[in-house]
């Protein structure tokens, strides 16, 4: 158990440590790095994990309105970064430094906003998890800044795997023509504004050739999926649940992809699941499995 509410770095011991977690120290608050706190000293740390902490970034110093922290508080040298539930960190000019990242994670951190974000964040990553379970989204105006920057022309922001809360931000056609040879996974949960596809998304999810899983999870009013699923060419999963609205799978006539290889539904209605039924039987040369979400 750690006593102390306040987390300094500054301790031998933390010489070659390479993964670090804090989770559930809902009292834990990282000093302010003239005060020693901070763990951006730790210049062999590669992993760090924060979860459910609620307040451990509240006290670090901001800079000017919009700008970067006097003293970014995490290591340059990171490369994966998750964050759960932290309620105390308002700006990513927290993480603007932190250019070697493959993995970035920002779950429910509803305060959270795009002050200071540094598009060069983005450059090497190849997951990105972006998502609140309600309020704004946090995904959204990332997504369109990434959009208007110039990352795209470089080359850079090779995603193979994207989770966001925002159907509407994901499927653009600069994004997508732009992730269509790398993006290998995409989902989509706590959308709770789509109820289904406009033209200019279901073009843009098809420029997504090499995508292999694709999911809605919690999009409490969407009805259907797209259509032209079938020019997907690589999809082999896909995933529906706990979207209490939805309805409808493609008619065989226009079918899925010959790739395809799984559905997987997850309904909560005793009406989703005899409809689930139904479909086993329509079609017969893939597995369609149904379960009830906890």
């Known amino acids: 158990m750690m006593r102390n509410k306040y987390y ?3 301790h031998p011991a933390h010489c070659g440590v390479r993964t670090l977690r804090f989770s559930r120290l809902k009292g834990l608050v990282l000093l302010p790095a003239e005060d020693g706190g901070g763990i951006q000293d730790i210049t062999s740390l590669q992993s760090l994990e924060i979860s459910s902490c609620d307040k451990l970034l509240s006290r670090w110093p901001m800079g ?14 990171l490369r994966i970064l998750h964050i759960w539930g932290e309620s105390g960190m308002r700006s990513m000019a927290l993480l603007s430094n932190l250019t070697s990242l493959t993995h970035l994670t920002l779950e429910n951190c509803k305060d959270l906003t795009l002050d200071g974000f540094n598009p060069l964040i983005m450059v090497n990553l190849k997951e990105l998890e972006v998502r609140n379970w309600s309020g704004n989204s946090l995904a959204a105006d990332l997504l369109s800044e990434v959009a208007r920057t110039k990352l795209m022309d470089a080359g850079s922001f090779q995603l193979e795997k994207l989770e966001v809360d925002s159907i509407s931000a994901a499927l653009v056609a600069p994004i997508c023509n732009h992730l269509s040879a790398t993006l290998h996974s995409l989902q989509f949960y706590d959308d709770h504004l789509a109820k289904g596809f406009t033209e200019e998304q279901e073009n843009a999810l ?3 050739t090499s995508l292999q899983t694709l999911g809605f999870f919690d999009c409490t009013v969407l009805q259907s999926l797209p259509r032209g699923l079938q020019c997907l060419s690589s999809l ?3 995933h529906v649940g706990s979207c209490p609205e939805f309805r409808c799978l493609p008619v065989p006539e226009e079918g899925f992809p010959t790739s395809l290889q799984v559905i997987i539904l997850g309904f909560d209605r005793y ?3 005899e409809q689930a039924e139904k479909w086993k039987e329509a079609y017969p040369y893939l597995r369609v499995l149904c379960y009830e979400p906890c």
């Open 206 to 208: 098809q420029l997504l």
């Open 236 to 238: 082999k999963e896909l």
């Open 64 to 77: 000017e309105a919009g700008g970067a922290p006097m003293t970014n508080p995490f290591p340059a040298s």
């Open 271 to 273: 009406e989703q699941r």
């Open 8 to 10: 300094s770095s500054h």
